[in-house]
């Protein structure tokens, strides 16, 4: 490859580098914070009421609200309790209390999260596409007969190797 491809892929790295800086950041800190997502790591707890349908089995009540590990407490006068809140099977209301993140760092993990169901998922795949040009592009950024080259090269390798053994160990 010659002078100008190098020149203009350390370009596209650069402008592109600047231009996700923001983006990247966020994705960086939502991902450290989904690493806690199965404790109660910047949660608070929130009261919250929902209105299903009467009637519901006791079961079935955990899946319309959406908690896991539901599990009912005890059964009295047509009111389901379980942790943390409460149904009525005759009016179908049920009073709980949920975990939630602050509202931005929520959205921050919302966005970390999107499906392909979700209109966000563009920007994850976006995203996604511009990490794999950086990983690239990065081979351009010094002259292969720069000895820095050379070095970033084992550096590489010693990312691969390590790479390969968090994914078979």
Do not use: C
């Not at 491809?5 to 370009?11: A, F, I, W």
């Not at 690493?35 to 919250?48: C, G, H, M, Q, W």
């Amino acid at each position: 490859m010659g002078r100008k491809t190098e020149e203009k892929m350390r370009t596209y790295h650069r402008y592109l580098g600047f231009f996700l800086a923001g983006i990247m950041a966020m994705y960086a800190i939502s991902g450290i914070i989904l690493i806690f997502r199965d404790t109660d790591f910047l949660k608070s707890e929130v009261a919250a009421e929902k209105t299903l349908k009467p009637n519901i089995k006791a079961d079935d009540v955990g899946k319309a609200l959406k908690i896991k590990h539901f599990e009912v407490e005890k059964e009295e006068g047509g009111i389901i309790y379980f942790e943390g809140g409460s149904y009525n099977s005759k009016t179908g209301v049920a009073s709980y209390t949920e975990k939630k993140l602050p509202f931005v760092i929520g959205k921050m993990t919302k966005i970390h999260k999107a499906t392909s169901s979700q209109p966000l998922f563009f920007l994850n795949i976006f995203f996604g596409a511009s990490l794999l040009f950086f990983v690239i592009s990065a081979f351009w950024m010094f002259r292969p007969s720069a000895p820095i080259f050379k070095k970033g090269l084992y550096f590489a390798l010693g990312g691969l190797v390590l790479t390969l053994i968090l994914l078979f160990v």
